[in-house]
């Protein structure tokens, strides 16, 4: 079993920045890859970005290329996510993910377990 714990969402303007942050617990040396996905009120828990645990290779949604950045810190077994030039449109709940037994992570079904969210809120 793998825990993860969000923290780092809040209120910001838009054109702001937030990072997210994700820690791992339990068997972090099981971990392959993980990611972040995010739900809007009223829509589908969609991929933002993953990271290749042991390489670090990323891969991102269109929605967030050039605006968002995913890093790892494999060490302190967490994952980031760096947000710059926010819009209202990213408002949405926050979710990591990872995979144990996969090397991308790009659609819901391919994550093996799920932190509790945070919440980020861009305001116009």
């Known amino acids: 079993q793998v825990q993860l714990v969000e923290s780092g969402g809040g209120l910001v303007q838009a054109g702001g920045s937030l990072r997210l942050s994700c820690a791992a617990s339990g068997r972090t040396s099981d971990i392959n890859v993980m990611g972040w996905f995010r739900q809007a009120p009223g829509k589908e828990r969609e991929f933002v970005a993953t990271i290749g645990w042991k390489y670090g290779i990323t891969v991102y949604a269109d929605s967030v290329k050039g605006r968002f950045t995913i890093s790892r810190d494999i060490a302190e077994n967490t994952v980031y996510l760096q947000m710059i030039n926010l819009k209202p449109e990213d408002t949405a709940i926050y979710y990591c993910?990872?995979?144990?037994?996969?090397?991308?992570?790009?659609?819901?079904?391919?994550?093996?377990?799920w932190g509790q969210g945070t919440q980020v809120t861009v305001s116009s």
């Open positions: 993910a990872t995979s144990t037994g996969r090397r991308v992570i790009v659609t819901t079904g391919q994550a093996d377990y």
